[in-house]
């Protein structure tokens, strides 16, 4: 029997129109209902997720879990009480900052608490809305942010292959860095070994669950080492069509037609 299931957000829970089915709603209850956790595995924040999880029924629960930034936090639902945390040396994110100014993108930096971005742009704010607080900023540094935790930096740009190009050219300052891609707009960089697979892999470890015991469902790059770490790996519907042959099952539906509620109904209950 399955006992835990880390879903990712954005495009897999999600909706495209940023909100959750009634029907994803009533399996992930009627799952929690058995004992089976329901984990929000998301690049975000966990204080960004609190409304999904007043949603879930899953807000300030005991014994409830999520996984945010990457895997580079665990927090307990109840009081965000904060299990796990890796974040970037500042010197290194500083770099990071500094370098993406080159190129033709927003440049996020995230800290526990808030995100700061540099070059935003109305794409961006419009696909932000309702998802994250956001703090735009004008600095050629993040100076002012020097004895801040920082957990990622992350460019953004709807040009995929612009990405790639520019992680190549990053490579001579991230051999200690976990690149990945998410939301086919995202090139991401936390420390090395923060992905979302570790994070789900600590989590089980902090539960002594079973590996062959979990379930993790995605859609994008920044999905696929929880995808390899479950016992099942689920890519929904819509995930990137080159990550689908990771997957051990996609599901029919999309994240607009209950993927979620395809995938707990047919493995869980």
């Known amino acids: 029997m399955y006992k835990l299931i880390a879903c990712d957000l954005d495009e897999t829970l999600f909706k495209l129109n940023r909100t959750i089915d009634p029907i994803d709603i009533r399996a992930i209850q009627e799952a929690k209902e058995i004992g089976v956790k329901f984990v929000p595995a998301t690049g975000r924040g966990y204080t960004s997720v609190q409304g999904t999880l007043k949603e879930l029924g899953l807000f300030d629960e005991p014994g409830e879990y999520v996984i945010s930034f990457n895997g580079g936090a665990i927090t307990e639902n109840k009081d965000n009480r904060l299990l796990h945390f890796t974040g970037l040396p500042f010197d290194l994110a500083q ?22 971005a540099y070059n935003l742009f109305q794409g961006e704010i419009d696909y932000l809305a309702g998802r994250m607080e956001i703090r735009e900023i004008f600095s050629k540094d993040i100076e002012f942010l020097r004895g801040q935790e920082i957990v990622k930096v992350l460019y953004t740009n709807t040009d995929q ?4 190009r520019i992680a190549d050219e990053l490579k001579d300052i991230t051999g200690d860095v976990d690149v990945s891609y998410s939301s086919n707009r995202y090139l991401e960089f936390n420390h090395r070994g923060v992905n979302k697979g570790q994070g789900l892999i600590t989590l089980e470890e902090l539960l002594k669950i079973d590996p062959k015991e979990t379930i993790a469902i995605g859609d994008n790059y920044n999905d696929l080492p929880m995808i390899k770490a479950a016992g099942l790996g689920v890519g929904v519907g819509n995930t990137v069509e080159s990550m689908k042959k990771e997957c051990d099952y996609i599901t029919e539906a999309t994240c607009d037609e209950c993927a979620v509620a395809e995938v707990i109904q047919k493995f869980v209950l």
């Open 95 to 116: 770099e990071l900052y500094r370098r993406g100014l080159n190129y033709d993108v927003c440049v996020h930096v995230y800290t526990k608490d808030m995100v700061y």
């Open 161 to 164: 292959a612009y990405l790639h």
